[in-house]
């Protein structure tokens, strides 16, 4: 796309962000909720169908304007942006997995916004490793019956339906469990450090019946098929969302120390505070780069796109870190204060490190993927080191 026509398409984002997300930001905080006249909002104007096929009825965008959206919603509220990117996880592996009957009854809703989807996976002792699912899902004519819990799940306190990773015989298998199934119990979980507005629900599932028609993708791929889609899709989101919040910290730190006056002189003339913010731009503008780079990779199926999305969201999580952290030091005590913004930054900035992959496992998987390109770059004398070692 020409860069001016994509340039108009982030502004008509950023209008949006800023008319109908960013007023709300801070009461989304508070009380820990997202309005429903925001997500009413989202979905007429097509966005909770971002990534969605057009022949699926959604948006068809391409990954840097998915990108894009998803930078300018979380730079208005980082809350809100977790509740859109937690809806994409669930419904572009519906789009992509779902039979025809799963996509016809449920997907034109969901694009509309008529109902929200949350993305089920993590459990009270399960997290990162998705393969030690202890949930369960067993046949029973032609139903499914599904015990177990979810927790900490994104969305959970206002979703319409799950999609819900469960253990078969077969192994992990992706199903479709609506809300008002009964055995279904929802509860709420307050009091987060940050991302207050997530909505988060620990979901119990006692003796649910299941109809076999809500199984995505085939019994036993699961996760690595349609749940992988899903992971893929929300780390792709939140390393975008991060640049966002980046933009957001530096934008409030170069209004601040433009007027706040320190032994004579607007403090923007210290040096220190200039090396602090030249680092906040840095790390700002290489975050933007690698998520393009990601976006472009990925918009060409190339099979690096996945590696390469786990370097951005790690890059851009760790870097909002460093940068919320300066904007509040560079606050003072304003910056410990719930009058200026940036307070709520760092705390969101802090959870944004640990969902879709915490720093630790981008690090472990960033590196598998560099000595697997090794391997296969190097078969024969990779090879013979092994032999070597042994």
């Given amino acids: 796309m020409e860069t001016s026509k994509r340039k108009d398409q982030e502004r008509a984002f950023e209008r949006f962000a800023s008319t109908h997300v960013a007023p709300y930001a801070d009461q989304c905080d508070r009380e820990e909720r997202i309005p429903a006249s925001i997500i009413e909002r989202l979905g007429d104007a097509g966005y909770l169908g971002f990534g969605i096929p057009t022949k699926c009825g959604g948006g068809g965008a391409d990954s840097i304007a998915y990108g894009l959206l998803h ?14 990117n937690v809806h994409h996880m669930a419904t572009v592996p519906i789009a992509r997995w779902g039979s025809r009957a799963i996509k016809e009854t449920w997907l034109p809703r969901l694009v509309r916004g008529d109902l929200v989807a949350a993305f089920a996976t993590t459990e009270p002792e399960v997290g990162s490793d998705a393969s030690a699912i202890q949930t369960t899902a067993k046949p029973d004519g032609d139903r499914f019956i599904l015990n177990g819990t979810k927790k900490w799940i994104t969305l959970g306190q206002r979703a319409d339906v799950f999609l819900v990773l469960a253990r078969c015989e077969e192994g992990p298998t992706a199903f479709l469990v ?213």
């Fill in 71 to 84: 930078r300018q919603i979380a730079r208005a509220s980082a809350s809100v942006h977790g509740v859109v």
């Fill in 178 to 390: 609506e809300r008002n199934t009964p055995g279904v119990e929802v509860i709420p979980i307050r009091g987060l450090l940050g991302c207050r507005g997530y909505m988060l629900a620990e979901i119990h599932f006692d003796d649910c019946r299941i109809p076999s028609e809500n199984l995505v993708g085939r019994a036993g791929l699961g996760l690595t098929h349609v749940f992988s889609v899903g992971l893929d899709v929300g780390r792709y989101g939140l390393a975008w969302g991060c640049t966002g919040v980046l933009d957001a910290c530096l934008d409030a730190s170069l209004q601040y120390t433009r007027r706040r006056h320190q032994f004579g002189v607007a403090i923007r003339e210290h040096q220190l505070v200039q090396q602090m913010i030249a680092r906040m731009v840095t790390k700002r503008r290489a975050a933007e780069l690698l998520c393009t780079h990601a976006g472009e990779l990925r918009d060409r199926r190339d099979p690096s796109a996945i590696a390469e999305t786990a370097v951005a969201k790690y890059y851009a999580s760790v870097a909002l870190g460093a940068a919320a952290a300066d904007a509040v030091q560079l606050h003072g005590a304003s910056g410990c204060s719930s009058d200026q913004p940036v307070q709520r930054y760092m705390r969101d900035a802090k959870i944004m490190e640990i969902i879709e992959g915490t720093t630790q496992i981008q690090e472990i998987a960033i590196a598998r993927y560099a000595y697997r390109d090794l391997d296969r770059a190097e078969p024969s004398s990779s090879s013979a080191a092994r032999g070597q070692a042994a």
